[in-house]
Structures are given as C-alpha cells and as structure tokens.
C-alpha cells in the first residue's frame, strides 16, 4: 500500500491571455500549494479494475472521478494493465477553485509510479497529467510555480515563500467552465504578471506581494456569485495582508506573515462561515 498527500493550490496571479483554438483559454498563472490536503491510499489487485472510494459521499466513483482517470490514462500510456484500489479521504472542498479532483489525480500518478515502480519522472508524469485535467500538471510538482498555455507548462521556482494561509469558501458551487465562458477577455483592464509575483515573493515583502496579485476570474465569479465578494471584504477588513480569490473561486484566502493574526482570523470567520481552513504555503 502506497499513501499520498493530495495539496491544495492558491493562485497568487490568474490572468487569461486568449481563448485558443482549442477550446481552452491561453494562461499565465502563478500557483502555490498549501498543506491543506486529501490524502490518498493506493492499494494494488489481483485484476484489472480500478476501485474507488471515498469518505464523502458527493463525489463520483467511477471513471468521471480524476482520481480514475489519472490511474487509466497511466495505464493507456504504459500499456500496464494493473488494477488498484483508491482511497480518498476527502478534505478539500470540491468546485472551489482549490483543484481538489487535480491534486487527487496528481497524487494517484506519483503514487502509482512508486507502487507499480515504474521510475517515471516528474516530467512524464505531467505529461500524462496534461490528458487528465488543466490543474494536473502544476500539481504533480507541487511548490511554487510560473503556469502557461493550458496549464501544461509548469515552470517550478525554487524557493518556498513562508506564508499562513486563511482559505474562506462562500456556500455555493462554481463550474470552472461556467466562469470562462462568461468571461469577455477584450474587456479585461488589468493582466496581472507572473515575473513581477515572482519577485515579490522573493523580495519576502508581503505588501509587494499585495500589490501585484491579481486574478481576472475574479470580477466575473463576483458578479455571479456575490457571495464571493462578500467574503474578500471580510477578510480584508479583518486584516489579511494579501486578499485574493482562487481559481474560477469561489474560495478567497487571504496571507498573513505571523500565525497568531491568521488564526485570530480564521477564528472569526468560523463564527458565520462553514467552510473555513488554516494552513500554510508548502
């Protein structure tokens, strides 16, 4: 048996360059992962199926869950034709901007990659992660990160920025694909920048960081779900030193550099709010 974290994501920049010919929208994000995490259980069979279970009972369970399709697009791939058993104990909340299925699938690709030792690289393993979700391959590095095109290519940046986290969730659903296709990318006034996140990070000043954090989901997920700007007032009028919503949210979490304002914070806001997390950059 094989166990693995699967970590949360922030995005401390998300902007939208075009949509592609594709279907998806070109990107240039930085992403962070965070030690909020499911964790999951690998355990090998005798036959050729892939099981899966899970703690909650909301997610899918057969091939539409990520976690699945990571473990069938490994195998395709290889032509490995193993079974194997999953596990989820799920704790990252699901359509909240926080790739809780991409990190799950993630983890499933490295897991197997020890458990069926196949001495795949990190590398390959995104590569395969690319078929699976957008998310995928930012997730099998994990740390800090410079993302492009569709979210294939992940650029590690090799320094760990030392951040408390406060992840706030308003109580609604997002579709990530609800988001992009509202989203009008000639209207967009503002493109945040993944080099000037990159060196404020690295400057360790967190007003810096304040500054050029930007995600451009951000208006349209507000304007549908007003809930989501609610929450960014709350959190900055309670002081967080960087307040930013997440993916096509609607989580926000704002970063504080001392653990004892974070957690005073994060108490508050658990007095109205279900879906509230502490943790940390990772």
């Known amino acids: 048996m094989i166990f693995e974290k699967a970590r949360a994501k922030i995005n401390l ?15 240039e994000m930085v992403m962070q992962t965070v030690d909020f ?22 997610i899918p369970l057969d091939e539409r869950n990520l ?9 395709k791939r290889l032509g490995i034709w193993r079974g194997v058993e999953i596990d989820i104990d799920k704790r ?18 490295r897991g197997l990659n020890h458990l069926w030792h196949l001495q795949l690289s990190l590398k390959d393993l995104s590569r395969i992660g690319e ?23 992940v650029e590690p940046v090799a320094f760990r920025p030392a951040y408390w986290v406060v992840l706030a969730k308003p109580p609604v659903a997002v579709s ?19 080099r000037e996140m990159i060196a ?12 050029v954090a930007g995600n451009v989901l951000e208006p349209v997920c507000s304007l549908l779900y007003a809930e989501t700007a609610k929450v960014k007032d709350q959190l900055i009028r309670l002081g967080s030193q960087v307040t930013l919503m997440s993916g096509s949210g609607p989580t926000v979490f704002g970063l504080f550099e001392r653990e004892q304002r974070a957690r005073r914070v994060y108490n508050t806001l658990r007095t109205n709010l279900k879906e509230v997390y502490l943790c940390q950059t990772c």
């Open 67 to 75: 976690a699945y399709k990571a473990a069938d697009a490994l195998r």
């Open 200 to 211: 404020a990070l690295r400057s360790e000043d967190v007003q810096a960081v304040a500054d």
């Open 92 to 109: 990252i909340p699901v359509a909240a901007g926080l790739a809780g299925g991409s990190t799950d699938a993630a983890a499933v690709l």
């Open 13 to 27: 920049t998300l902007d939208v360059l075009a949509k592609r010919p594709d279907g998806y929208h070109e990107v």
């Open 131 to 153: 078929d699976v979700g957008s998310d995928v391959p930012f997730c099998i590095y994990g740390g800090t990160a410079v993302v492009r095109g569709r979210g294939e290519i």
């Open 176 to 194: 990530t694909a609800e988001i992009y296709h509202a989203l009008d990318v000639s209207a967009i006034r503002h493109h945040p920048h993944a």
């Open 37 to 58: 995490c499911d964790y999951i259980s690998l355990t090998p069979r005798n036959d050729e199926q892939i099981i899966i279970r899970s703690s909650v009972p909301y």
